[in-house]
């Protein structure tokens, strides 16, 4: 139980003493007899609040940067009609900041034995699950003199999955993928490819594509089409270590490389590969295998979407060792990991060989565009130091890229937003070549 300022204030006005008392709290305050009365009888018309039956309905997932709304009913099966305030409580997270207050609270009213919902839209912030907390209700009298408060947990999840901003890339990437199945009049050759038809030579056709055989049977010169093989298996190896956690512009590099294994899932699927995901860094964080093409693309967000950066070292071998048990058959490891020479040379270059002997490994790492802004700048003595600090760190960059391709290792190595299309564009590459 509870004073409203309203009460406060014609307390205030009061001039005869009395004493109210009430479980657990105990007072004096100078009001008059007329006050007491009303206050008294305020408090008794006040609908309970514990004997609420509150239920939720509505979303149980949502893209970063879309919203969600969940459904609270609230049941009042009480003889008083309910007049509240109503707290819906999520973490800090499930808003945009500042607009947390205004979306989590309500007011209403309920009449006896009826029924009523109210809708609290979520905008999360991060990825990952946002749980409901408490309701807090605070029920009042029908002066408003007085009010009950209470709080029910109503469980409720809603799960925030990796927005996928580099699915708008899809339909070129598409595009050239039908090219390399042969469907247009573009011609892939490479060591591999499967022999798919024969059709009637046009200017600018490869001349080694010619059939002579098929061409002394008929009329006109005939060339082969090729596609690529299809089936192979790609093993999406994520680095969630500590070097993942580091931001690059507004995100961390972990989310860079989501949006890049997502949109390179989404291709391979289309081209009929089979895509398998490993995140690790001293354990195994998610595991997505033997997944239908259809259902690809829906496990692989669902299992991103709780991956945070752990800030410990990569065990290098032991994500090796987990990688090719998860890959006993020859496949392409996509690794997205970072490309700084610490972790490179003294994690990953001693057990690489073990990778590139059984299967084709492409790494791709997210870049920092202010690295290049840096190397650039010029004008005074503090611009031309970051200039060389800059280069600097580039040289290191390309040094330790140059060591992983000596190795047999294709690398990837662009800024957030070009990410995700030059992996599209190294896989489809390998496709082209037949070395998958």
């Keep these: ?109 309920i009449p006896a034995g009826e029924r009523r919902r109210v809708t609290t839209r979520l905008r999360p912030t991060r990825r990952g699950d946002r749980r409901a907390d408490r309701v807090t209700i605070r029920s009042y009298g029908p002066l408003g003199l007085f009010s009950r408060q209470g709080t029910h947990d109503v469980p409720w999840a809603v799960r925030v999955l990796p927005p996928f901003t580099s699915r708008k890339h899809l339909p070129s990437k598409l595009a050239r993928l039908r090219e390399l199945d042969g469907r247009t009049s573009v011609l892939t050759r490479g060591e591999g490819t499967e022999f798919d038809s024969l059709r009637e030579y046009v ?33 999406l190896v994520l680095d969630t270590g500590r070097t993942s956690a580091g931001r690059v512009g507004d995100v961390p590099r972990l989310d860079a ?10 291709l391979a699927s289309r081209a009929g590969d089979r895509v398998d995901l490993l995140a690790y860094d001293r354990r195994v964080r998610a595991l997505v295998q033997g997944r239908a093409a259809r259902d690809v693309l829906p496990s692989l967000v669902n299992a991103m979407a709780t991956l945070e950066p752990e800030l410990v070292e990569t065990d290098a071998r032991g994500l090796t060792a987990t990688a090719l048990r998860s890959a006993p058959r020859r496949s392409l490891i996509v690794l997205l990991t970072s490309l700084d020479a610490a972790p490179v040379e003294e994690g990953l270059l001693p057990v690489l060989p073990q990778l590139t002997q059984r299967h084709t490994v492409l790494l791709a790492a997210v870049a920092d565009p202010h690295i290049a802004r840096m190397a650039a700048s010029r004008g005074d003595a503090d611009a031309v130091y970051e200039a060389a600090a800059a280069a600097q760190a580039q040289s290191e960059r390309h040094r330790t890229a140059e060591q992983l391709r000596r190795h047999g290792v294709t690398v990837v190595d662009a800024t957030p937003d070009d990410l995700a299309p030059a992996l599209a564009d190294a896989y489809l590459a390998l496709k082209s070549a037949g070395r998958l």
């Design 203 to 235: 200017p600018g056709d490869d001349t080694r594509s010619i059939d002579w055989r098929a061409t002394a049977r008929q009329s006109a010169v005939a060339v082969r089409t090729w596609r690529p093989e299809r089936d192979r298996h790609i093993l």
């Design 257 to 266: 490389s989501l949006d890049a294994a997502l949109l390179l899932a989404a």
């Design 1 to 109: 139980m509870a004073f409203t300022g309203r009460a406060a204030l014609l307390a205030a006005l009061g001039s005869v003493p009395l004493g109210i008392w009430a479980p657990g709290w105990t007072g004096v305050l100078a009001v008059d007899a007329s006050l007491a009365a009303a206050c008294a009888c305020d408090f008794a018309l006040a609908a309970p609040v514990r004997r609420l039956r509150l239920s939720r309905t509505g979303d149980t997932s949502v893209r970063l940067g879309d919203s969600a709304d969940v459904a609270l009913t609230v049941t009042n099966p009480s003889r008083r009609p309910l007049r509240a305030q109503l707290r819906d409580a999520w973490p800090p997270s499930s808003w945009q900041p500042g607009t947390e207050m205004p979306a989590s609270r309500h007011r209403l009213t």
